[in-house]
């Protein structure tokens, strides 16, 4: 099993910045991708970024220029720093992680979610 936690969010500005981070402990030899979700009130999860144990990374459409994913494999975490955030970007933000390919649906665990709201 692996746990993940998350931490970082709260509330911020239109236009201002947040730093994610992401804590894996347990068996964290049988995963190599990480990543970030997030689900807003009443839609579905969608991907925000994701970054294998190599640094390949993929963006969802709607954040890629404004956020960028990281990586420290030393340390288990991963990190999305958030930049020019809009108010329709207000949901929980999920870390998530899995062995799988980076093109590929989400890993097996998750996160709790930590809240980011973005006020206009």
């Known amino acids: 099993q692996v746990q993940l936690v998350e931490s970082g969010g709260g509330l911020v500005q239109a236009g201002g910045s947040l730093r994610l981070s992401c804590a894996a402990s347990g068996s964290t030899s049988s995963i190599d991708i990480m990543g970030w979700y997030r689900q807003a009130p009443g839609k579905q999860r969608e991907l925000v970024a994701r970054i294998s144990g190599g640094g390949n990374t993929r963006y969802g459409d709607s954040v890629r220029g404004r956020f960028t994913i990281s990586r420290d494999n030393a340390k288990n975490t991963v990190h999305l720093q958030m930049n020019d955030l809009k108010p329709e970007e207000t949901a929980v933000y999920y870390c998530?992680?899995?062995?799988?390919?980076?093109?590929?649906?989400?890993?097996?665990?998750w996160g709790q979610g930590t809240q980011v709201t973005v006020s206009s």
């Open positions: 998530n992680a899995g062995r799988s390919a980076i093109w590929a649906g989400p890993g097996n665990y």
